[in-house]
């Protein structure tokens, strides 16, 4: 029987570069940005312009008429496809009179606008500082809520606590690399935080969860089947009942994730990206970071009570 547990120090270690990456990626967003994550204006109030020209424009083009408005960090990205002509513009908050006279001043400097597809949007500070509370408050919850469950649901296992504690341990493993490649993305493309991401985030919280409890429930069924043997064995047989219904499930929604980063629009990619880094990392920890993660604490713990025995 191929021993995957046995190799846990290989496994933590990869993570470990892993995690230092994302850590990387985010203290150099920080530096540049003053902002681990970029910081869309869902959380931190601003306008949002969705512009249609009638002919092919330029990036600088609208730049420089925001800039003429005192909007020097303006982040302009494209729409669609090229032939579209469409362009998002996000800045800080601005009045109806100033959106006239920019509206106004792209049409002469830069090209005709189609109107009836503009659209703007403002976000208020206030609006944003509560959506970011909302967020946090949501996955603090979330978390305590898994430690709850997960304690309930194996309370007749030895130490049922520590199988939700590795569960959070696992979930942290995962949403600091999906943090990591949101920041060298923001780095990299411009993608900011929004509410998309927050939906995200949430997703790859109940990913974490999902495997993790199924390779727990087998190790809960294994114990008493295989009593004589080691803790160890016991989990890594568990790991290896339960690995390909794993794979085969998380496999057929990570083809479909990476069709629509293919094949689908602009706005929605960043959204698939994070889930996608968030399933594959969720679907490497469950089986590798989280479960040897009980095995090492187990095993920890019979050492000290063995030593105080022997004492």
């Known amino acids: 029987m191929f021993n995957i547990v046995q190799k846990r120090r290989w496994y933590f ?6 995690i ?4 990387t990626a985010m203290a150099v967003s920080y ?18 312009f969705v512009l249609e020209f009638e002919d092919a424009v330029t990036e600088d083009q609208i730049r420089e008429v ?9 982040i302009v990205q494209p729409l669609g496809s090229p032939d579209e002509h469409r362009w998002q513009v996000r800045t800080r908050e601005v009045t109806a009179e100033e959106v006239g006279e920019i509206l106004t001043a792209l049409e002469t400097q830069v090209g005709g606008l189609n109107r009836d597809a503009l659209t703007f ?3 208020e500070p206030a609006i944003g500082t509560e959506v970011a509370r909302a967020a946090g408050l949501a996955i603090l919850v979330a978390s305590l809520v898994i430690v709850a469950f997960m304690w309930f649901s194996f309370r007749r296992v030895p130490n049922a606590f520590r199988y939700g504690v590795c569960t959070i341990a696992g979930m942290t493993h995962n949403l600091l690399i999906a943090f990591g490649f949101y920041a060298l993305m923001g ?19 109940g990913f974490s969860v999902q ?3 199924v390779v727990f429930d087998r190790i809960r069924e294994n114990i008493p089947k295989y009593r004589r043997e080691p803790f160890e064995k016991v989990v890594n047989r568990s790991i290896l009942e339960t690995i390909h219904r ?19 629009g602009t706005t929605i990619k960043p959204f698939i990206s994070v889930l996608l880094v968030g399933m594959v990392s969720e679907t490497y920890s469950a089986i590798f970071i989280a479960v040897p993660l009980l095995v090492v604490w187990e095993k920890a713990a019979r050492r000290r009570a063995a030593a105080r025995a022997a004492a």
């Open 66 to 74: 925001f800039s003429d408005f005192e909007l020097e960090g303006a």
């Open 211 to 213: 495997d993790v409890i």
């Open 246 to 264: 794993s794979l085969a499930t998380q496999l057929n929604a990570m083809f479909v994730m990476v069709a629509i980063i293919l094949f689908g």
């Open 13 to 18: 270690i990869f993570s470990g570069v892993l």
């Open 20 to 23: 230092a990456l994302s850590l």
């Open 187 to 205: 780095i990299v493309a411009g993608w900011e935080v929004d509410s998309l991401f927050l939906t995200a985030t949430l997703t790859v919280i």
């Open 121 to 123: 949007d403002t976000v």
């Open 31 to 48: 530096a540049r940005f003053g902002q681990p994550l970029r910081i869309g204006i869902d959380f931190t109030g601003g306008s949002i």
